[in-house]
């Protein structure tokens, strides 16, 4: 027998109860989204201070370069496919098509604590470039999409560990 599809209405209240669940640390709807005022060039701006910050941390520095590479034009190359992760995620471009959990999985020396300081460095570095106003965006939506590869992570790498 086939399953019959939720209506529209009990898929709408699905949606908003999980974004609840899964969106709680600021309010979004999609009348006035949060991410209004947020431009390419302030996510090049971003990108563009923060990359040479990662580069030049004792910790997620030799991270980053044993994956990446030390050289400036492959540096380059990233962040301009960062700089198209970020674009989807602010503003609905479809300009970045990898898979930020498969990458992640891909470099084993990674452990919460980099992502931590990731963050740390993240949040600093958008609050000085772009304000409180844009950074609290970015750092709202960094700090999820942190929270998520990081438990993506955990559940490939310790299947049977039990979950809070």
């Known amino acids: 027998m086939r399953q019959r599809r939720p209506s529209n ?3 709408l209240a699905r949606m908003v109860k999980w974004s609840k669940l899964v969106l709680r640390d600021k309010p979004m709807n999609m009348v006035h989204s949060p991410k209004a005022g947020i431009t390419r060039d302030d ?6 201070a923060f990359y040479p910050r990662v580069r ?3 910790r997620l520095g030799p991270i980053f ?3 990446i590479g030390t050289s400036d034009a492959i540096w380059a190359k990233h962040m301009t496919t960062i700089g198209d992760f970020w674009a989807n ?3 609905r471009e479809r300009a970045y098509k990898g898979n930020p959990l498969q990458v992640h999985l891909g470099i084993p020396e990674i ?8 963050l740390d ?6 609050r000085h470039e772009l304000g409180d106003e844009k950074a609290d965006v970015f750092n709202t939506l960094a700090r999820r999409i942190g929270r998520s590869l990081w438990m993506g992570i955990d559940m490939q790498r310790n299947p049977l560990a039990p979950r809070s």
Do not use: K, N, P, Y
Request: charged share 30%; net charge negative.
């Open 89 to 91: 995620v602010m503003l």
């Open 43 to 48: 996510i090049a701006q971003l990108v563009g």
């Open 9 to 11: 209405r009990v898929a």
């Open 111 to 118: 452990e919460e604590s980099d992502f931590a300081r990731w």
């Open 56 to 58: 030049a941390d004792a």
């Open 121 to 126: 460095l993240f949040e600093a570095t958008a």
């Open 65 to 67: 370069e044993g994956r």
